[in-house]
């Protein structure tokens, strides 16, 4: 799968750009749905969420390369945990919860159909995040650590702490593979520019060869 390199670029851009912006508004979430940063945090995650989801495919293109069974577990996974954790849970708590917390709060208990939607989408998450850790620590389309980041963030989320650890280093993680994307892009360009110009003084010799042999 071949992409043109300033499509490799932007798409990678895209998830660079969004898993920093996720991952800092995801960071500086406060809690309660009553607090006024609480949409903004929300609605920005959301954003980023979705510039991730845009440029995945570039990013995803080496694991698929290497490992194709892993590569579209994990990104079916992942892509599916970010689309319903950051993308819808993110549009609800950004715009209906804080009106329904500030007109009688938020219940305690909710619906049952949402707590089903929540199970999916960690077990998502899950099989998304392991089958990437494991891509990468067997095909090394990324640095080991990388996946090594990505196996962290699966205890990390029960750890009983007011951050949601667990989306923070996965978030870090896509950030660090589109970087990694970037950088080689750059330098296929740049070496591509050298061969090229390297080939440039053969080509004017063969040139002038011809034309002395037809005269």
């Keep these: 799968m071949n992409f043109d390199p300033r499509l490799n670029r932007l798409g990678a851009a895209a998830v660079l750009i969004g898993s920093v912006v996720a991952g800092v508004a995801l960071a500086l979430t406060p809690h309660g749905f009553s ?3 609480r949409p903004v945090a929300s609605l920005t995650t959301l954003a980023g969420a979705v510039s991730i989801v845009l440029g995945s495919p570039v990013v995803f293109r080496r694991v698929w ?6 590569g579209l577990a994990a990104y079916v996974g992942l892509i599916t945990a970010v689309l319903l954790f950051s993308v819808a849970a993110g549009a609800v708590e950004g715009t209906i ?3 329904v917390a500030s007109h009688g709060g938020v219940p305690d208990k909710l619906p049952a159909a949402l707590g089903g939607l929540e199970k999916f989408a960690l077990l998502a998450q899950l099989v998304g995040t392991t089958c990437l850790a494991i891509a990468i620590l067997r095909r090394r389309p990324y640095p ?6 990505l196996l962290l963030s699966i205890p990390a989320g029960f750890l ?3 951050i949601q650890l667990d989306g923070i280093l996965i978030f870090a993680s896509l950030a660090i593979m589109a970087g990694t994307t970037i950088w080689g892009s750059l330098a296929q360009g740049a070496a591509n ?6 080939r ?3 080509s004017i010799e063969s040139r ?8």
Aim: hydrophobic fraction near 40%; aromatic fraction near 14%; charge should be positive.
């Design 160 to 162: 009983p702490i007011s």
């Design 65 to 70: 390369e290497r490992s194709f069974v892993l």
């Design 97 to 99: 919860l804080p009106y």
């Design 193 to 198: 520019v050298r061969r090229g110009s390297s």
């Design 144 to 149: 080991w650590w990388v996946g090594v980041m």
């Design 200 to 202: 440039k003084p053969d």
């Design 208 to 215: 002038n060869d011809a034309i002395d042999w037809a005269r």
């Design 35 to 37: 607090n006024p940063a």
